[in-house]
Every structure is written in structure tokens, then in C-alpha cells.
């Protein structure tokens, strides 16, 4: 079964900080997609990023880097130079698509939550 | 281009009524799913819909719950009998195919009395 878990619950941070959200999963699929979702204070989930098992290549898209490592199955997220606009729940997602062929549901970790204060 | 537009956004019913949620995914997006959050369950999987058809309704938690979409589009959630615990908010995804992200709508907020 799918598991993905966010050991962090809430990280408070001053502006301008760095900030790294931790997320490990576990699947016995070998073919697997992982996603990170934002929810800000006003609830709806916005996607931010989608890696595919085949592809450990990190990347950085402004502020934002992701690292995404299969040897020890983590998926973290960095934010740099944290903002107030980055005050937000978290989500790391997975979802399986190799063994049956399966229907890409996500499975969701806790979430952690993010205040960046002024 | 519309997002994921979910109807409505908030409702408050009497325990053991019926209730009915409403999805209208992305166009173009033959991939839909429903999701429930709730503080003690966090974001639960309730089913997928390829098209018309639903291959995977293990998420529903009881046989009071119920989904259809029609015309590939659509959807509709039904939860017969509420009770207090079907409190949540109910959250609709769409995406082009499965493994693609999933776009959300804002969600409906369902409050039992």
C-alpha cells in the first residue's frame, strides 16, 4: 500500500528565511508519480509540482527547489528567501501507476504547516 | 480557462437528510476524483471516474454514499441519511489523464447538524 509521510507538522520561520518541508513515501510500484500541493488560508489546493519515479533530476523554479532522491524515497521542497505569501499547508502527494495499471489517486501525507512571520 | 467549479460552496443540513454535491471538472479532462478533508482524516480518497465509469469506489466509506458523472463531465456526489461525521469539506479533481496533475476545485463545505 501507499504511505506518505510529513514528520514535520508546523515550521514557523522568519521572512527571508530558508525553509525545507520533508516528505518520505513508501510504494511497492515501481513506476510512481509525486506532487507537493499548497492550500493558503483561503482553502483551495494549488498545484505546485509533479515528478515521475523515472526522473531524479532536482530543479528550481524561482524561490521554489525540490529534491527528490529514491534511495531513501524523499521528496523534499525548499523554499528560499521565504515570503509572507508562502504561509500555507503543505501537502506531498503520491500516486501509483505501474503495477495494475492503477488509477492515479493521490495519497496525501498530514500536511505541514507554514507560517512565515514578518 | 474555468477551473473546477464545485456547487455549493457551503451547506448545512439536518442529520438524516439527503444531500447532493456537484462537480463540473476542467474541460477536456476525463479524469475526475472526490476527496474528503476533515481536521481528524486528513485528505481521504473517496472515488475515481475514467469517463463515465467509476473503476475504483473503494474510498466510500458507506454504501450511503454515492457518485455518478454523465456526458464525461459532470459529476454529482450523493451522501444519503447524513450524520455528523460526513461533516468535511468535499473536494473535486480533475485531470487530462491519470498520472497528470489533478487540478482542484475550491471545495464544498458540508456542515450536519
Known amino acids: 500500500a501507499q504511505k506518505v509521510t510529513q514528520a514535520q507538522t508546523e515550521i514557523s520561520v522568519v521572512e527571508k528565511e530558508d525553509v525545507t518541508l520533508d516528505c518520505v513515501y513508501e510504494t511497492r510500484d515501481t513506476t510512481y508519480y509525486l506532487f507537493w500541493y499548497k492550500q493558503p488560508p483561503s482553502g483551495e489546493l494549488v498545484f505546485l509540482i509533479r515528478r515521475n519515479s523515472f526522473d531524479e533530476q532536482n530543479e528550481i523554479s524561482g524561490r521554489y527547489s525540490w529534491n527528490f532522491q529514491k534511495s531513501t524515497s524523499s521528496f523534499n521542497f525548499t523554499i528560499t528567501a521565504s515570503q509572507v505569501v508562502d504561509s500555507a499547508v503543505y501537502f506531498c502527494a503520491l500516486s501509483e501507476a505501474g503495477l495494475t495499471g492503477a488509477n492515479s489517486k493521490l495519497t496525501f501525507g498530514k500536511g505541514i504547516t507554514l507560517s512565515v512571520r514578518p | 480557462g474555468a477551473g473546477v467549479s464545485q456547487s455549493p460552496s457551503n451547506k448545512v443540513t439536518e442529520k438524516g437528510k439527503d444531500v447532493e454535491l456537484r462537480c463540473d471538472p476542467i474541460?477536456?479532462?476525463?479524469?475526475l476524483y472526490w476527496y474528503r478533508q476533515s481536521l481528524g482524516q486528513g485528505l481521504e480518497f473517496l472515488i475515481y471516474?475514467?469517463?463515465?465509469?467509476?473503476?475504483?469506489k473503494s474510498g466510500l466509506p458507506s454504501d450511503r454514499f454515492s457518485a455518478e458523472r454523465t456526458g464525461g463531465s459532470v459529476s454529482t456526489l450523493t451522501i444519503q441519511r447524513t450524520q455528523q461525521e460526513d461533516s468535511a469539506v468535499y473536494l473535486c479533481?480533475?485531470?487530462?489523464?491519470?498520472?497528470?496533475?489533478?487540478?482542484f476545485g475550491d471545495g464544498t463545505r458540508l456542515s450536519i447538524l
Open positions: 474541460s477536456g479532462h476525463t479524469a
Open positions: 479533481a480533475s485531470s487530462l489523464a491519470r498520472g497528470q496533475p489533478q487540478h
Open positions: 471516474f475514467q469517463g463515465n465509469s467509476a473503476p475504483d
